[in-house]
C-alpha cells in the first residue's frame, strides 16, 4: 500500500488537519480537496489518486452523495469510503453493508464520524488489496 494515493475530501479543516499526516506517516501520498467543488476541480485536472475518502455533509447536505456518483462514474473501480457524522447531527443512519446499499450509495464503505483511525486504516487495506 506504501506509495498509494489517497484522494481526502472535506469541508472540515480539522478533520483534514488529522486526518492527512497519519496518512502521510503510514506512507500514503495525500491529495486533499477542502469540499465538493474542490474536488470536482481534481476530477477534471485528471490528477492520479487510487482511492477517495470523502465526507457526506459538505456544500450541501448530499454533497458526498453526488461526488461518490461522480468519482464511480469516472472510474466503477476505484475504491470510495464515504464519511459522515449524519447521524449524530440528524439520528439517520445510511450504510453500505450490502451491495444493494452500495449501488444507491456508490460507496465501497462507510464510516461514522468520529473515526477510528485503526478502523479507516483497515477498510483502506481492505479496499486496496
Sequence with gaps: MQGKTILLVDDDHDFLDQLEPRLLA????VVR???QE???QVLLA???FDMAIVDLMMEYSDSGFVLC???KKADTNKPVILVTGVTAETGLEFDAATSEERRWVKADA????PIRYEQLKREIS???A
Design 69 to 71: 456518483h461522480r468519482l
Design 38 to 40: 474542490a474536488a470536482e
Design 46 to 48: 485528471g490528477t492520479h
Design 126 to 128: 481492505r479496499l486496496l
Design 26 to 29: 503510514d506512507g500514503f501520498q
Design 110 to 113: 462507510m464510516l461514522a464520524k
Design 33 to 35: 480537496a477542502e469540499g
